[in-house]
């Protein structure tokens, strides 16, 4: 196993000082809505949770993560060449355990984004409140850099999540709580350490998180070499 990064993006966001960005929207409500009973029909039998570039599996996702208004914030934070270099879709199902641990977007054992050339977008497919695991952050946290990370001692079918190390899978004094209604999006520094708890309501939360990068953006560890999604440019 190749050992982790250790290089350590430091500096301003370009998200202001709370590093994130809330405000935006992917979808209309009622769109948005129209997408839950495609999704929960697709992946009920299985109770999938965690889907795996669905912006190249599904085309409402490959249309989602070139919404116009969207994208516009994006290229405002990062520049006006775009890729999208990872999506996932994330289903709550209710009843079922499914807490996401303190974590930063942009830092895995196979590579570091470079803040200042990357965003992390997370879009409500379904209202996302307190109550069904909506995102949790810390305002400000991007400043301290990248953590230290490992997986989590988790059994959870999803897999174990990449955590940050020393810090207990529970809300946090310092934290934010980032209800959205479907359609709606954040943006967040890639640093920003935030987390969500399982869903307790009767339906299932769903949201899709995505990584956009612009070019130069993608530090690798080894012989990793991430497949891209372009959108806009032309230098990739």
Not at 89 to 101: A, H, Q, S, T
């Amino acid at each position: 196993m190749s050992a982790p990064l250790t290089i350590s993006y430091t500096g301003p966001s370009p998200l202001g000082e709370d590093g994130y960005r809330t405000g935006l929207e992917w979808n209309t409500n009622s769109r948005a809505r129209a997408r839950v009973a495609e999704v929960i029909a697709e992946h009920r039998a299985e109770r999938t949770e965690v889907v795996l570039d669905a912006h190249l599996r599904s085309e409402w996702a490959a249309h989602a993560v070139r919404a116009p208004g969207l994208l516009a914030a994006v290229q405002e934070t990062i520049g006006e060449a775009v890729a999208v270099e990872n999506t996932f879709l994330m289903i709550k199902w209710p009843g079922r355990e499914f807490r996401v641990p303190w974590h930063q977007d942009g830092t895995n054992r196979r590579m570091q984004l470079d803040p200042a050339r990357s965003v992390a977008a997370w879009l409500a497919i379904t209202d996302a409140t307190t109550a069904n695991g909506c995102l949790q952050v810390i305002p400000g946290s991007h400043a301290s850099g990248y953590l230290g990370n490992d997986r989590e001692a988790s059994s959870a079918r999803r897999g174990r999540a990449l955590g940050v190390q020393g810090m207990s899978n529970g809300p946090h004094e310092h934290g934010l709580w980032l209800p959205l209604d479907a359609g709606q999006a954040c943006l967040m520094d890639v640093r920003l350490l935030h987390r969500s708890d399982s869903n307790t309501t009767a339906g299932a939360r769903i949201g899709l998180n995505i990584r956009y990068v612009a070019p130069g953006a993608i530090r690798s560890s080894g012989p990793h070499s991430p497949s891209l999604y372009p959108l806009t440019g032309s230098s990739w």
